[in-house]
């Protein structure tokens, strides 16, 4: 199925949930491409030359394969479930957020990768391709493909097909990153301190399904005030992921991360949309301003004045006059 693009499609919800989404291939609002709510077994085939250096959303498709011909700049792939990709060429970042079941392949050169709350997915690519680290942060049975072949201008169809003779390179659970070396390849998984942007939540149900989250408690001079972020504020994403399907601890578990990262806020601010997210950072100062607002929140003791100090007058010196020789 060859799907053509709906020019006037110039502002979409990327990440609305609770609904079917209608299949859209169309100009997103950021100047690159959307490719949303692909489903039900269908094969799309996209030609990017109108996209080179830009950036491809792939947004809630499932059961279905997408094949991008030519080169972007940046692909995210958000909220996905049994979709293979294949793509020519990337030439700054690949991220996959939120996925299941979905493998995405990639001939020559491969950029840094980063993988975000995934589970049962991999990625394909030569062996020489992969140049870059592939970072990962709670993700569980991931998997990179790396294929020993040498054949100049191999195709991505061929480097997936061929993905069974592949040396497989599986990824730690949890926080890590594997780098390639001429020696092979090095695992590092660390625990990393996290920190929170110093905010309280509040669940609310949304009349059109899901549920909304509204800031309540903010700790003062915490990050997220020194960001902008207000009392009733209404999160809509989290790293341009939306929430409103997300259970409290979701949300939760997606604000927090390691100290020194910031968090990408979509907010809704006296119901209307904020036109832009606030970047938050991750301070790993907010134990010390935790402690510091429960100071202020204490109830004030009365000065007590200091106690007496009791004066001792020295002791007597006895004289003894001295011997007669």
């Not at 094969?43 to 094949?67: A, D, F, G, M, Y």
């Not at 793509?87 to 700054?92: A, E, K, L, P, S």
């Not at 399907?245 to 020194?260: D, F, H, Q, R």
Request: proline share 9%.
């Amino acid at each position: 199925v060859k799907m053509s693009l709906y020019s006037n499609q110039q502002d979409v919800d990327l990440y609305a949930s609770g609904k079917q989404l209608p299949p859209i291939i169309a100009p997103a609002s950021d100047g690159g491409l959307l490719v949303q709510g692909i489903q039900m077994d269908q094969n799309v085939q996209i030609n990017l030359r109108e996209w080179p250096n830009s950036k491809v959303t792939i947004n809630r498709c499932s059961r279905c394969v997408i094949r991008l011909y030519g080169s972007c700049g940046e692909i995210q792939i958000v909220s996905c479930k049994d979709v293979t990709i294949l793509i020519d060429q990337v030439t700054t970042m690949i991220s996959m957020v939120d996925c299941e079941m979905s493998s995405f392949a990639i001939a020559g050169d491969v950029p840094p990768i980063k993988l975000q709350r995934l589970q049962s997915c991999n990625v394909v690519a030569t062996w020489d391709g992969l140049k870059e680290p592939v970072e990962t942060h709670t993700c569980k049975s991931i998997n990179v493909y790396a294929l020993h072949d040498t054949t100049p201008n191999i195709s991505v169809d061929e480097v997936y097909n061929q993905r069974d003779t592949a040396e497989v390179v599986d990824i730690l659970d949890g926080i890590g990153l594997i780098q390639k070396s001429p020696v092979g390849w090095h695992r590092y998984q660390h625990l990393v301190r996290k920190a929170g942007i110093g905010i309280s939540l509040q669940q609310v149900n949304d009349p059109r399904g899901g549920s909304k989250y509204r800031v309540g408690d903010l700790l003062p001079n915490a990050p997220a005030v020194l960001s902008g972020v207000q009392q009733g504020d209404t999160i809509l994403t989290v790293d341009d992921v939306e929430v409103s399907s997300w259970s409290p601890a979701m949300v939760n578990e997606a604000i927090l991360g390691p100290i020194g990262t910031w968090c990408k806020l979509g907010l809704e601010r006296n119901e209307q949309p904020l036109p832009a997210p606030i970047m938050v950072l991750r301070s790993h100062e907010l134990r010390v301003l935790k402690h510091a607002a429960e100071q202020r929140s204490a109830p004030a003791t009365s000065p007590q004045p200091p106690a007496p100090v009791s004066y001792q007058a020295p002791a007597p010196v006895s004289y003894q006059p001295p011997s007669p020789p």
